[in-house]
Protein backbone atom coordinates (compact mmCIF):
# COMPACT_ATOMS: atom_id res chain seq x y z
CA UNK A 1 0.00 0.00 0.00
CA UNK A 2 1.56 3.20 -1.36
CA UNK A 3 2.72 5.38 1.66
CA UNK A 4 0.37 8.48 -0.12
CA UNK A 5 -3.20 6.91 0.56
CA UNK A 6 -1.52 6.85 4.77
CA UNK A 7 -0.63 10.43 4.19
CA UNK A 8 -3.37 11.46 2.25
CA UNK A 9 -6.11 9.78 4.50
CA UNK A 10 -4.82 11.16 7.39
CA UNK A 11 -4.56 14.38 6.43
CA UNK A 12 -8.16 14.59 4.78
CA UNK A 13 -10.13 17.76 5.78
CA UNK A 14 -13.25 16.59 7.99
CA UNK A 15 -14.81 19.55 8.92
CA UNK A 16 -17.80 20.41 11.60
CA UNK A 17 -20.01 20.88 8.56
CA UNK A 18 -19.71 18.01 7.05
CA UNK A 19 -21.42 16.46 9.86
CA UNK A 20 -25.03 17.26 7.99
CA UNK A 21 -23.77 17.42 4.63
CA UNK A 22 -24.94 15.17 1.40
CA UNK A 23 -22.60 16.99 -0.79
CA UNK A 24 -19.59 18.34 0.93
CA UNK A 25 -17.23 20.38 -1.93
CA UNK A 26 -20.44 20.90 -4.08
CA UNK A 27 -19.21 23.76 -6.40
CA UNK A 28 -15.38 23.30 -5.97
CA UNK A 29 -13.56 23.54 -9.59
CA UNK A 30 -11.13 21.07 -11.13
CA UNK A 31 -9.36 21.99 -14.25
CA UNK A 32 -7.92 18.99 -15.91
CA UNK A 33 -4.38 18.84 -16.36
CA UNK A 34 -2.36 19.90 -19.71
CA UNK A 35 -0.60 17.36 -21.07
CA UNK A 36 2.18 15.26 -20.00
CA UNK A 37 5.62 17.30 -21.62
CA UNK A 38 6.86 14.01 -22.00
CA UNK A 39 4.16 12.62 -23.83
CA UNK A 40 5.38 13.11 -27.23
CA UNK A 41 8.59 11.63 -27.55
CA UNK A 42 6.72 8.70 -25.76
CA UNK A 43 4.04 8.48 -28.57
CA UNK A 44 7.00 8.62 -31.03
CA UNK A 45 8.90 5.78 -29.28
CA UNK A 46 5.54 3.77 -29.58
CA UNK A 47 4.76 4.51 -32.74
CA UNK A 48 8.52 3.27 -33.80
CA UNK A 49 7.60 0.15 -32.36
CA UNK A 50 10.28 0.52 -29.26
CA UNK A 51 9.36 -2.57 -26.94
CA UNK A 52 10.79 -1.11 -23.79
CA UNK A 53 8.94 2.30 -24.04
CA UNK A 54 5.94 -0.06 -24.21
CA UNK A 55 6.45 -2.63 -21.62
CA UNK A 56 7.09 0.76 -19.37
CA UNK A 57 3.46 2.05 -19.63
CA UNK A 58 2.21 -1.02 -19.27
CA UNK A 59 3.82 -2.28 -15.97
CA UNK A 60 3.27 1.89 -14.99
CA UNK A 61 -0.36 1.86 -15.90
CA UNK A 62 -2.10 -1.91 -15.92
CA UNK A 63 -2.39 -1.82 -11.73
CA UNK A 64 -4.58 1.30 -11.76
CA UNK A 65 -6.17 0.10 -15.71
CA UNK A 66 -7.26 -2.59 -13.51
CA UNK A 67 -8.97 -0.86 -10.90
CA UNK A 68 -10.96 1.07 -13.78
CA UNK A 69 -11.70 -2.02 -15.41
CA UNK A 70 -13.45 -3.83 -12.27
CA UNK A 71 -15.92 -0.58 -12.05
CA UNK A 72 -17.17 -1.99 -14.78
CA UNK A 73 -17.34 -5.56 -15.41
CA UNK A 74 -17.98 -7.89 -12.70
CA UNK A 75 -14.69 -9.73 -11.88
CA UNK A 76 -11.03 -9.35 -11.77
CA UNK A 77 -10.34 -12.04 -14.43
CA UNK A 78 -12.98 -9.59 -16.62
CA UNK A 79 -11.40 -6.55 -15.73
CA UNK A 80 -7.75 -8.47 -16.91
CA UNK A 81 -9.24 -9.43 -20.02
CA UNK A 82 -10.86 -5.49 -20.69
CA UNK A 83 -7.02 -4.69 -20.17
CA UNK A 84 -5.35 -6.61 -22.74
CA UNK A 85 -7.41 -5.42 -24.80
CA UNK A 86 -6.73 -2.20 -24.37
CA UNK A 87 -3.29 -2.56 -24.55
CA UNK A 88 -3.90 -3.87 -28.23
CA UNK A 89 -5.96 -1.55 -29.06
CA UNK A 90 -3.66 0.90 -27.79
CA UNK A 91 -0.93 -0.95 -30.19
CA UNK A 92 -3.14 -0.78 -33.23
CA UNK A 93 -4.86 3.15 -32.62
CA UNK A 94 -1.61 4.92 -31.83
CA UNK A 95 -0.95 6.28 -35.01
CA UNK A 96 -4.59 7.91 -34.46
CA UNK A 97 -3.64 9.73 -31.40
CA UNK A 98 -3.69 13.61 -31.76
CA UNK A 99 -2.35 14.42 -28.71
CA UNK A 100 -5.90 16.43 -27.42
CA UNK A 101 -5.51 15.14 -24.17
CA UNK A 102 -2.17 12.98 -22.03
CA UNK A 103 -1.50 10.01 -23.61
CA UNK A 104 -2.45 8.33 -20.17
CA UNK A 105 -6.47 9.85 -20.54
CA UNK A 106 -6.36 8.49 -23.85
CA UNK A 107 -5.31 5.07 -23.24
CA UNK A 108 -7.83 5.43 -19.91
CA UNK A 109 -10.48 6.09 -21.56
CA UNK A 110 -9.73 3.18 -24.27
CA UNK A 111 -10.11 1.23 -21.70
CA UNK A 112 -13.52 2.72 -20.05
CA UNK A 113 -14.84 2.49 -23.21
CA UNK A 114 -13.79 -1.23 -23.83
CA UNK A 115 -14.79 -2.47 -19.78
CA UNK A 116 -18.34 -0.56 -20.52
CA UNK A 117 -18.86 -2.33 -23.19
CA UNK A 118 -17.94 -6.02 -21.58
CA UNK A 119 -20.23 -4.59 -18.71
CA UNK A 120 -23.09 -3.96 -20.37
CA UNK A 121 -22.53 -7.77 -22.18
CA UNK A 122 -21.84 -9.23 -18.58
CA UNK A 123 -25.18 -7.37 -17.30
CA UNK A 124 -22.95 -5.13 -14.57
CA UNK A 125 -24.76 -2.04 -14.03
CA UNK A 126 -22.53 1.14 -12.88
CA UNK A 127 -24.43 4.07 -10.65
CA UNK A 128 -24.23 6.78 -12.65
CA UNK A 129 -26.65 9.24 -10.63
CA UNK A 130 -24.45 12.13 -8.11
CA UNK A 131 -25.24 10.63 -5.24
CA UNK A 132 -26.54 7.32 -4.47
CA UNK A 133 -27.12 5.18 -1.42
CA UNK A 134 -23.94 4.74 0.19
CA UNK A 135 -22.76 8.09 -1.38
CA UNK A 136 -26.00 9.75 0.92
CA UNK A 137 -25.78 11.04 4.49
CA UNK A 138 -23.37 12.26 7.12
CA UNK A 139 -19.82 11.41 6.37
CA UNK A 140 -18.87 11.56 10.01
CA UNK A 141 -20.69 10.58 13.06
CA UNK A 142 -22.66 13.51 14.47
CA UNK A 143 -21.99 12.48 17.83
CA UNK A 144 -18.42 13.34 17.78
CA UNK A 145 -19.64 17.14 17.57
CA UNK A 146 -20.86 19.67 20.27
CA UNK A 147 -24.49 19.65 20.01
CA UNK A 148 -27.15 22.69 19.35
CA UNK A 149 -27.06 25.02 23.00
CA UNK A 150 -23.35 24.39 23.29
CA UNK A 151 -21.16 27.72 23.54
CA UNK A 152 -19.09 26.21 20.81
CA UNK A 153 -21.92 24.30 18.96
CA UNK A 154 -20.96 21.94 15.88
CA UNK A 155 -17.45 21.74 16.85
CA UNK A 156 -15.36 18.86 17.45
CA UNK A 157 -15.75 17.14 20.90
CA UNK A 158 -12.61 17.63 22.57
CA UNK A 159 -12.45 13.46 22.95
CA UNK A 160 -13.55 13.16 19.34
CA UNK A 161 -11.33 15.13 17.30
CA UNK A 162 -8.81 13.95 14.87
CA UNK A 163 -5.18 13.46 15.85
CA UNK A 164 -1.81 13.08 13.86
CA UNK A 165 -0.75 9.35 14.12
CA UNK A 166 2.98 10.03 12.56
CA UNK A 167 2.05 8.54 9.08
CA UNK A 168 5.48 8.36 7.76
CA UNK A 169 6.44 6.19 10.86
CA UNK A 170 2.77 4.16 10.60
CA UNK A 171 3.11 3.64 6.76
CA UNK A 172 5.90 1.19 7.42
CA UNK A 173 4.06 -0.98 9.42
CA UNK A 174 2.64 -3.79 7.32
CA UNK A 175 -0.44 -4.38 9.83
CA UNK A 176 -1.45 -0.71 9.14
CA UNK A 177 -0.79 -1.50 4.97
CA UNK A 178 -2.88 -4.76 5.11
CA UNK A 179 -5.71 -2.57 7.50
CA UNK A 180 -5.88 0.10 4.46
CA UNK A 181 -5.82 -2.86 1.76
CA UNK A 182 -9.10 -4.61 3.49
CA UNK A 183 -10.84 -1.24 3.88
CA UNK A 184 -10.27 -0.18 0.83
CA UNK A 185 -11.91 -3.81 -0.65
CA UNK A 186 -14.82 -2.92 1.50
CA UNK A 187 -15.60 0.63 0.48
CA UNK A 188 -18.73 1.01 -2.11
CA UNK A 189 -17.61 0.46 -6.14
CA UNK A 190 -17.68 4.32 -6.88
CA UNK A 191 -15.72 5.68 -3.72
CA UNK A 192 -13.15 2.78 -4.11
CA UNK A 193 -12.31 3.66 -7.68
CA UNK A 194 -12.00 6.90 -7.21
CA UNK A 195 -9.65 6.83 -4.47
CA UNK A 196 -7.38 3.74 -6.17
CA UNK A 197 -6.75 6.25 -9.48
CA UNK A 198 -6.12 9.36 -7.18
CA UNK A 199 -4.43 8.13 -4.03
CA UNK A 200 -3.14 4.47 -5.41
CA UNK A 201 -2.92 5.25 -8.89
CA UNK A 202 -1.71 9.20 -8.34
CA UNK A 203 -4.12 10.41 -11.33
CA UNK A 204 -5.11 14.10 -11.03
CA UNK A 205 -8.76 14.99 -10.04
CA UNK A 206 -9.40 16.26 -13.95
CA UNK A 207 -8.17 12.86 -16.12
CA UNK A 208 -10.47 10.97 -13.08
CA UNK A 209 -13.28 12.96 -14.09
CA UNK A 210 -12.73 12.89 -17.72
CA UNK A 211 -12.56 8.58 -17.27
CA UNK A 212 -15.16 8.01 -15.18
CA UNK A 213 -17.42 10.51 -16.59
CA UNK A 214 -18.01 12.39 -13.46
CA UNK A 215 -18.50 15.97 -12.46
CA UNK A 216 -15.64 17.49 -10.53
CA UNK A 217 -18.11 17.76 -7.68
CA UNK A 218 -19.39 14.43 -7.48
CA UNK A 219 -16.02 13.14 -7.67
CA UNK A 220 -15.20 15.15 -4.44
CA UNK A 221 -17.85 14.06 -3.16
CA UNK A 222 -16.69 10.29 -3.49
CA UNK A 223 -13.15 10.97 -2.78
CA UNK A 224 -13.74 12.42 0.44
CA UNK A 225 -16.02 9.66 1.82
CA UNK A 226 -13.49 7.11 0.96
CA UNK A 227 -10.65 8.85 3.03
CA UNK A 228 -12.76 10.08 5.72
CA UNK A 229 -13.88 5.97 5.93
CA UNK A 230 -10.52 4.82 5.87
CA UNK A 231 -9.49 7.27 8.41
CA UNK A 232 -12.09 6.02 10.64
CA UNK A 233 -10.58 2.98 10.17
CA UNK A 234 -7.50 3.89 11.22
CA UNK A 235 -8.43 5.57 14.40
CA UNK A 236 -9.85 3.07 15.67
CA UNK A 237 -6.90 0.92 14.91
CA UNK A 238 -4.40 3.66 16.62
CA UNK A 239 -6.75 4.21 19.31
CA UNK A 240 -6.89 0.64 20.21
CA UNK A 241 -3.30 0.58 20.39
CA UNK A 242 -3.25 2.98 22.55
CA UNK A 243 -5.61 2.02 25.33
CA UNK A 244 -4.34 -1.61 24.83
Given at each position: ???????????C???????????P?V???????P??????????R??????????????AW???????????????A???????????????????????????????????????????????????????????????????????????????????AP?S?????????????????????Q?????????????????P???V???????????????HR?????????E?????RE?G
Amino acid sequence: MPVAVLERTAACDITAADRDSRHPGVGVKVQPPPAAPGDTDLVARLRAGDAAAFAHIVRAWSPAMIHVARYFVGSHASAEEAVQETWLAVIRGIDGFEGRSSLRTWVFHVLSNIARRQGVKESRTVLSSPVDGEDAGPTVDPARFRPAGDQWAGGWRAEAAPRSWGPEAAALNSEVRALLTAALAQLPDRQRVVIELRDVGGLPAGEVCAILDLSPANQRVLLHRARAKLRERLEGYFTGREQG
